[in-house]
């Protein structure tokens, strides 16, 4: 059984910054990959920033020099996964998943955090 506790959404002006966190524990082994999706209104759920276990780092296009994406890994049982989102602009305004891969080919999903800009 895993599990993902996403924190860190809210309500922020353009321009601001917010820091969303996805703490995963449970029965996690060989995580390949943890990242963040975000689905807007009317929209198709996107990937925003994914860090695999080697460190290496994806952006979408959209948010790249605004975003970070980091992960902590104390041990195979616990596993943090940030995202820093400096320069908010409105069109970022979606709820924000946290995803995590295994070599098994599963992908498990956090319940979702609101991330609102407004202008």
């Known amino acids: 059984q895993v599990q993902l506790v996403e924190s860190g959404g809210g309500l922020v002006q353009a321009g601001g910054s917010l820091r969303l966190s996805c703490a995963a524990s449970?029965?996690?082994?060989?995580?390949?990959?943890m990242g963040w999706y975000r689905q807007a209104p009317g929209k198709q759920r996107e990937l925003v920033a994914a860090?695999?276990?080697?460190?290496?780092?994806?952006?979408?296009d959209s948010v790249k020099e605004r975003f970070t994406i980091s992960r902590i890994s104390r041990d195979n049982a616990k596993n943090t996964v940030y995202l820093q989102m400096n320069s908010l602009k409105p069109e970022d305004t979606a709820v924000y998943y946290c995803?995590?891969?295994?070599?098994?080919?599963?992908?498990?999903w956090g319940q979702g955090t609101q991330v609102t800009v407004s202008s």
């Open positions: 449970g029965s996690i082994f060989s995580i390949t990959a």
């Open positions: 995803a995590l891969d295994l070599i098994t080919t599963t992908r498990y």
């Open positions: 860090i695999t276990r080697g460190g290496r780092t994806n952006y979408a």
